[in-house]
């Protein structure tokens, strides 16, 4: 195996997503990323592979872009949305000319300039509304024939693109949500596009990955895909502060009423309250299922329409746990499902339907993403699936019937899409678990030629916390009999989230360098109960000190960390805590704050985030002083770090501008600092050569800031 794994490397990275598992139980569908150096962006594709594991997946998209598959009922079509050149179909004959469109069709659509929805999810893109207007293609759904065979067949014509769908029982018709700006809301799209100013006077201004926020409105439309006939639903409209981002999140139940979300608040840009509420296709019949009470997501029918399971998160405290909820529409009662187990739900854990008696669902547990089972009559949840184990995690998950597709991340293995037989959802260990088959090798190439580190949980004592941290070693590390290592603190971002033992690129680039990696699970993460998250509400720049500080110290007295070669790196929250730590704390030897906040008060209004930072900490001229102590930049004098601070120009979840005040700040005191900023970059690094760009520069800011190579020099 080769020492280093090299930076370059990166681009032979393959990165499954999303998973949807046929009707039927016997074939899984997946989405997987993978780099075009040439192009110097990431493309998706949708693959397909049998269940039971008897051949090998199969690429079924050829051109860029696939995401959200998913089966029809009989399984025989998988439609998924696209961006790409209009269906031939739709581009010959007399049809196919704009002069021949009929009377009926315009007035169909007089109201409003209806059938021209919206694609808001292009995070290369500045601004994704202005943007909408170009001649570029948009995202439609596409659909493949499995039983016919053959290219796959464009289902939607919106000249805005659509953004989310889902399939009637039946198969004949689909619901989409799409964009439909009105003339003067179109001639301000293209005027802004022609690089016209940007008007606004919405309240939630900027969203990160959208950009300035227009008055455009979402709805939904029913489409009959015979006759690519379109139906706009105008009482199902998104609103809310992230509307733009979230949609409406439709589910077509087998009772054959739509399910959405949005919000019908009097000034719904000031609340993150989401509702549900059900539909006739035809748009009678609306009914609200939930009280304005919580931030409602992914509505997801019972096999006999009667129940509707959805995620449920509370709308001005973020730190407590979100759970699983069901309406019962036969007896209008609304119930949870999982408090009771005081986790929250993982990333992406929308809940899935075994039967009509038995729902799962992904949770964060004890920094682990793991399956419970979901009782939808009583708070009963049960952990399940301990055959799991403890070091690796479950991060995506898709039922039908009594088979389950699950997404793994292993530290050893990679990413790769498994199936599992509900029959062995009980088992204690793999042995037991004979169905859970793993049916993909995405990144056996890298995995094999490379060395992949050795992973470990640590637990250690922080004012009289017992606090949980992932290791990962070079594989010539020996946990019993240690030789002190450089050591990089790896902290996520949230600070609701949590880490776990997964396969992450940067951690191979690390370790195979000598560098142990140190994820810790500080006070204010999820995946430990609400009392451990909560230790960090309104207290910024506190617990989560601590408790980093004295994992550090522990894994020195273990003699596995040299505490003389300690190193920082992560984005969002991970950047801000990494603020603190050089305010406060000796502990880093040098520190890469990325993507982060550290003047909360200059923050307000020029990110995305004024109503998070209004409920935990209220308004910076109400009470000014707390804002100060939630902020590292108050105590910027004892900063004597190294710093490389990095930044995405068009971040607006953490905006550039308070990267550069901490680099000013650093730098005006004669502290070593630099500042990286990837001008076209979201709240996150998307394009392969800025993704080993920051790799590169994050090594040598390691590597210039170590005694060890200052005293080789």
């Known amino acids: ?45 949708l693959y397909v592979v049998p269940a039971d594991g008897s051949r090998e997946p199969h690429r079924l998209t050829r051109l860029p872009g696939a995401s959200s598959p998913k089966w029809s009922s009989d399984g025989n079509r998988l439609a998924f949305i696209g961006t790409r050149d209009e269906d ?22 007089a109201d409003d300039d209806a059938n021209t929805g919206g694609d808001v999810s292009d995070d290369d893109s500045d601004d994704a509304n202005a943007a909408s207007a170009s001649d570029d293609p948009k995202s439609q759904v596409w659909c493949f024939d499995l039983e016919l065979g053959g290219d796959p067949t464009q289902y939607t014509d919106f000249d805005e693109g659509i953004s989310e769908f889902d399939w009637s029982p039946d198969g004949d018709r689909l619901v989409v949500s799409a964009r439909d700006p009105t003339d003067e809301e179109r001639a301000y799209l293209d005027q802004r596009e022609d690089g016209g100013p940007i008007e606004t006077e919405r309240l939630q201004h900027k969203i990160d990955g959208v950009g300035w926020t227009d008055t455009v ?3 939904l439309f029913v489409v009959d895909i015979d006759t690519g006939e379109t139906e706009r639903l105008d009482d199902a409209a998104a609103a809310g502060a992230f509307a733009d981002l979230g949609g409406l999140q439709p589910a077509w139940g087998p009772d054959d009423r739509i399910a959405y979300v949005t919000c019908d608040a009097d000034e719904p840009d000031d609340t993150l309250v989401q509702d549900v509420f059900v539909t006739d296709p035809d748009g009678a019949n609306v009914e609200k299922l939930t009280d304005g009470e919580y931030v409602c997501r992914s509505p997801k029918w019972s096999p006999d329409g009667t129940q509707l399971a959805f995620q449920v998160g509370h709308p001005t405290n973020y730190y407590i746990p979100q759970t699983v909820r069901v309406a019962d529409l036969e007896t209008d009662e609304t119930r949870t499902l999982s408090a009771s187990l005081d986790r929250t739900l993982a990333w992406f854990a929308q809940p899935q339907w075994a039967s009509d008696d038995e729902l799962y669902a992904l949770v964060a547990d004890e920094g682990r993403s793991r399956l419970v089972r979901l009782d939808p009559r009583a708070d009963a949840p049960e952990r399940v699936f301990d055959a799991q184990g403890d070091l690796r995690a479950i991060q995506r998950l898709s039922i039908a019937g009594d088979r389950a597709a699950v997404l793994v991340s292993d530290p050893t293995d990679g990413w790769d899409i498994y199936g599992l037989s509900l029959d062995d959802i009980d088992a204690a260990d793999e042995t037991e678990a004979e169905s859970f088959v793993r049916l993909s090798a995405l990144n056996t190439e890298l995995t094999d030629e490379y060395e992949i580190p050795k992973t470990t949980r640590v637990t250690f004592e922080s004012d009289g916390w017992e606090v949980e941290g992932i290791v990962y070693a070079p594989a010539d590390f020996d946990f019993d009999d240690p030789d002190p290592r450089p050591t990089v603190v790896g902290i996520h971002g949230g600070p609701m989230s949590y880490d776990e033992p997964e396969f992450k690129f940067e951690h191979s680039l690390f370790t195979s360098r000598g560098y142990l990696v140190f994820r810790p699970n500080y006070r204010g993460g999820t995946s430990y ?59 880093l030897t040098a520190a890469v704050p990325e993507h982060g906040i550290y003047d909360l008060a200059s923050d307000y209004g020029t990110g995305d985030s004024r109503l998070w930072n209004e409920h935990e900490f209220g308004r910076p001229w109400e009470d000014p002083d707390t804002f100060d102590a939630a902020s590292s930049l108050t105590d910027a004098e004892h900063i004597d770090t190294p710093l490389l601070v990095m930044a ?25 600092a630099k500042l990286v900023v990837y001008p076209d970059e979201h709240h996150g690094i998307t394009d392969p050569k800025r993704a080993t760009h920051r790799f590169e520069a994050i090594l040598d800011w390691y590597d210039r800031h170590d005694p060890a190579t200052e005293s080789d020099d």
């Open 1 to 45: 195996m080769s020492d280093e794994i090299p930076v370059e490397a990166f681009y032979d990275l393959s990165m499954p997503s999303e998973v949807a598992i046929s009707p039927d139980g016997d074939w899984i569908a997946f989405v997987v990323s993978e780099s075009d150096p040439a192009e110097d962006e990431r493309l998706s594709s």
């Open 88 to 109: 031939v179909s739709r581009r010959v004959g007399r049809q196919a000319d704009p002069e021949a469109e009929t009377s009926a069709d315009d007035d169909a659509n």
């Open 217 to 219: 409105t979402t709805y």
């Open 529 to 587: 109960g609400r009392t451990f998250t909560e230790e960090l509400h309104g207290q910024w720049g506190t617990v989560e000190v601590d408790d980093i500080a004295a994992g550090v110290e522990s894994l020195a007295e273990r003699g596995w960390t040299d505490a003389e070669r300690v190193f920082g790196y992560g984005f969002s929250y991970g950047g801000i805590a990494q603020g603190f730590l050089v305010t406060q704390t000796d502990l």
């Open 648 to 672: 995405g120009g068009q971040d607006w979840r953490c905006p550039p501008t308070q990267s550069e005040q901490l680099y000013v700040a650093a730098k005006a005191q004669g502290v070593d």
